[in-house]
């Protein structure tokens, strides 16, 4: 099993920049793919962008040209880094790491491991 470690999350105005991390740890060689997804009040989990083992990266509509997804070299840190934040990116945000070799990297189901979340607030 992975443990997954959110952390990097606070307040920000609009238009600002955060960087997301999350530290893994356990069988983190069994991550093949991971992921960010959301979760904003009274809304379903969301998700944001992805990285397969080889750095190919997947993104949300809504979040393409803003965020970045990226991971060491160890493949034991995940990044977000989120630049031109919006009042609507105003969620919980959550690491996942999956097992799987196929999936669709928006599915929720996709992914076997999960991180506690860290809340981003973005405020007009």
């Known amino acids: 099993q992975v443990r997954l470690v959110e952390s990097g999350g606070g307040l920000v105005q609009d238009g600002g920049s955060l960087r997301l991390s999350c530290a893994a740890s356990g069988r983190t060689f069994s991550s093949n793919r991971m992921g960010w997804f959301r979760q904003a009040p009274g809304k379903e989990r969301e998700f944001v962008a992805g990285?397969?083992?080889?750095?190919?990266?997947y993104y949300a509509d809504s979040v393409k040209g803003r965020f970045a997804i990226s991971r060491d070299s160890a493949k034991t840190t995940l990044y977000l880094q989120m630049h031109s934040l919006k009042p609507e990116d105003t969620a919980v945000y959550y690491c996942a790491g999956s097992s799987l070799f196929s999936g669709d990297y928006f599915r929720i189901e996709t992914y076997n491991d999960w991180g506690q979340g860290t809340q981003v607030t973005v405020s007009s």
């Open positions: 990285i397969s083992w080889s750095g190919g990266t």
